[in-house]
C-alpha cells in the first residue's frame, strides 16, 4: 500500500520555487511594522474619504449658517485687528488698542500682574553736633525779644545788644549794619522783608526802623510806638509790630502815612507775631499767656476794628513761639515759656 511518488518531486520542493539565487536576497516583511507603501496608500485613502465627506457637509450647510459664520469671522477679525483677505498666517503689526468700556481679561491680568515698585524707607539723620559756631558775645539774655532772622538771600541778621551783624551764610563773611547811636539803647526785634531786600529793625527807643542792606542806609523811621518795638513780622508790603506795652500796630511801607490800624489786644508785653503764609490770619503770642489770632487784609478785614477772631488762653506762660503749616493754612503751633506745658 506505499503510495507512488513522481521522480521529481521525491521529498523536494521544485527547483524554482525553494531554490533561491546565490546573489540575491528577498527582504521578508514585519508583521508588527507596516511598510511605507502600505502608510502612502492608508493616508491617502484617509484623505480622499474626509475630502468627501467635507464636500458633502459643506453642500448640506444652509445659506443662514454659512452667512452666521462669515459673520462671526468678521467680528473676530475685526476685534484682532486681522485682515481676512491676508494669507500670512504670522505676521507683526501694532498692537489693537483697547477700547474705553470695555473689560477683557487680558486687560484685568495685566492690570493686577502689575509690579509694584518697593519704597525704601530713607532715615532722617538728624545731627548731634553744630555745623557752625559763631561768636555772640554781646547778645542780650532777654526771653521776650527777637533778635536774629533769616533772608530768604541766605542771610542772618544778629542784634548784639546796640549793633546789627549781617552774616553771609554762603561765602561766611560778615558786615556790621549800623550802631545805635544813643549809649544804653539796643536793638529790641529784626525781621526781612519777603524778597530779602529789606530789613525792619526794632529798637528800646520806640522807633522801627528799614533799612536798605544792598546800599547800607535807612530809609524810614516809624515813631508810633510808645515803648520798645519786641516783635515785627511782614505781610508783602504791610509791616506788624507789637510793643511792651501790648499794643499791635499795621503800617503800609508805601506811603508817608503810614499808620493803617493799632489794637491792644494784649495787658502785656508782646513777644511773638507770625502772619500766614498766604496773609489771611495773623497770630499774636503775649506775655500774659495768649494767644490771639487776627483776620488779615487779604481775607477782606478791616484791620482791629472788629477784635480778634479766636483768643486762645490755654497756655500757662509767655507765648513766644508761632509757626504757620505751609502745606494747611489754617494750622497752627505755638508755644510758651519754661511753666509752659503745652
Same mark, same amino acid.
Given at each position: 500500500?506505499?503510495?507512488?511518488?513522481?521522480?521529481?518531486?521525491?521529498?523536494?520542493?521544485?527547483?524554482?520555487?525553494?531554490?533561491?539565487?546565490?546573489?540575491?536576497?528577498?527582504?521578508?516583511?514585519?508583521?508588527?511594522?507596516?511598510?511605507?507603501?502600505?502608510?502612502?496608500?492608508?493616508?491617502?485613502?484617509?484623505?480622499?474619504?474626509?475630502?468627501?465627506?467635507?464636500?458633502?457637509?459643506?453642500?448640506?450647510?444652509?445659506?443662514?449658517?454659512?452667512?452666521?459664520?462669515?459673520?462671526?469671522?468678521?467680528?473676530?477679525?475685526?476685534?484682532?485687528?486681522?485682515?481676512?483677505?491676508?494669507?500670512?498666517?504670522?505676521?507683526?503689526?501694532?498692537?489693537?488698542?483697547?477700547?474705553?468700556?470695555?473689560?477683557?481679561?487680558?486687560?484685568?491680568?495685566?492690570?493686577?500682574?502689575?509690579?509694584? /515698585?518697593?519704597?525704601?524707607?530713607?532715615?532722617?539723620?538728624?545731627?548731634?553736633?553744630?555745623?557752625?559756631?559763631?561768636?555772640?558775645?554781646?547778645?542780650?539774655?532777654?526771653?521776650?525779644?527777637?533778635?536774629?532772622?533769616?533772608?530768604?538771600?541766605?542771610?542772618?541778621?544778629?542784634?548784639?545788644?546796640?549793633?546789627?551783624?549781617?552774616?553771609?551764610?554762603?561765602?561766611?563773611?560778615?558786615?556790621?549794619?549800623?550802631?545805635?547811636?544813643?549809649?544804653?539803647?539796643?536793638?529790641?526785634?529784626?525781621?526781612?522783608?519777603?524778597?530779602?531786600?529789606?530789613?525792619?529793625?526794632?529798637?528800646?527807643?520806640?522807633? /522801627?526802623?528799614?533799612?536798605?542792606?544792598?546800599?547800607?542806609?535807612?530809609?524810614?523811621?516809624?515813631?508810633?510806638?510808645?515803648?520798645? /518795638?519786641?516783635?515785627?513780622?511782614?505781610?508783602?508790603?504791610?509791616?506788624?509790630?507789637?510793643?511792651? %506795652?501790648?499794643?499791635?500796630?499795621?503800617?503800609?511801607?508805601?506811603?508817608?502815612?503810614?499808620?493803617?490800624?493799632?489794637?491792644?489786644?494784649?495787658?502785656?508785653?508782646? %513777644?511773638?507775631?507770625?502772619?500766614?503764609?498766604?496773609?489771611?490770619?495773623?497770630?499774636?503770642?503775649?506775655?500774659?499767656?495768649?494767644?490771639?489770632?487776627?483776620?488779615?487784609?487779604?481775607?477782606?478785614?478791616?484791620?482791629?476794628?472788629?477784635?480778634?477772631?479766636?483768643?486762645?488762653?490755654?497756655?500757662?506762660?509767655? /507765648?513766644?513761639?508761632?509757626?504757620?503749616?505751609?502745606?494747611?493754612?489754617? %494750622?497752627?503751633?505755638?508755644?510758651?515759656?519754661?511753666?509752659?506745658?503745652?
Amino acid at each position: 500500500n506505499r503510495r507512488l511518488q513522481s521522480p521529481g518531486r521525491k521529498g523536494s520542493h521544485s527547483p524554482g520555487r525553494g531554490s533561491r539565487s546565490p546573489g540575491r536576497t528577498v527582504a521578508t516583511p514585519d508583521r508588527f511594522i507596516p511598510s511605507r507603501m502600505d502608510r502612502d496608500a492608508i493616508n491617502v485613502s484617509h484623505a480622499k474619504i474626509v475630502a468627501d465627506l467635507t464636500d458633502r457637509s459643506e453642500e448640506n450647510v444652509s445659506p443662514n449658517t454659512k452667512a452666521s459664520r462669515e459673520q462671526m469671522a468678521a467680528n473676530l477679525a475685526a476685534a484682532q485687528g486681522v485682515k481676512l483677505d491676508r494669507k500670512i498666517i504670522l505676521h507683526y503689526e501694532d498692537k489693537p488698542t483697547s477700547k474705553q468700556g470695555t473689560c477683557s481679561a487680558q486687560l484685568l491680568y495685566q492690570s493686577s500682574a502689575t509690579t509694584k /515698585v518697593k519704597k525704601t524707607h530713607v532715615e532722617r539723620h538728624i545731627p548731634t553736633s553744630a555745623e557752625r559756631v559763631l561768636d555772640a558775645p554781646d547778645l542780650m539774655d532777654d526771653y521776650y525779644l527777637n533778635l536774629i532772622d533769616w533772608s530768604v538771600n541766605n542771610h542772618l541778621a544778629i542784634a548784639l545788644s546796640g549793633v546789627l551783624y549781617l552774616w553771609n551764610a554762603s561765602s561766611g563773611d560778615i558786615q556790621q549794619l549800623f550802631e545805635m547811636e544813643h549809649e544804653g539803647s539796643f536793638i529790641s526785634s529784626v525781621s526781612w522783608i519777603p524778597d530779602g531786600k529789606y530789613l525792619a529793625v526794632g529798637t528800646s527807643d520806640q522807633e /522801627v526802623q528799614l533799612w536798605d542792606v544792598a546800599a547800607s542806609k535807612c530809609l524810614r523811621r516809624l515813631r508810633t510806638h510808645s515803648n520798645r /518795638v519786641g516783635s515785627l513780622a511782614w505781610n508783602k508790603h504791610i509791616l506788624t509790630s507789637g510793643d511792651r %506795652c501790648g499794643e499791635i500796630q499795621h503800617h503800609d511801607v508805601r506811603v508817608p502815612d503810614h499808620m493803617m490800624s493799632s489794637y491792644k489786644g494784649h495787658s502785656q508785653e508782646v %513777644c511773638g507775631l507770625k502772619w500766614s503764609p498766604s496773609g489771611n490770619m495773623l497770630a499774636s503770642g503775649g506775655n500774659d499767656n495768649t494767644l490771639l489770632l487776627f483776620p488779615g487784609y487779604n481775607s477782606g478785614g478791616a484791620g482791629f476794628g472788629s477784635g480778634p477772631l479766636h483768643t486762645i488762653t490755654e497756655h500757662t506762660a509767655a /507765648v513766644k513761639a508761632l509757626a504757620w503749616c505751609p502745606f494747611q493754612s489754617h %494750622c497752627l503751633a505755638s508755644g510758651g515759656g519754661t511753666s509752659d506745658k503745652h
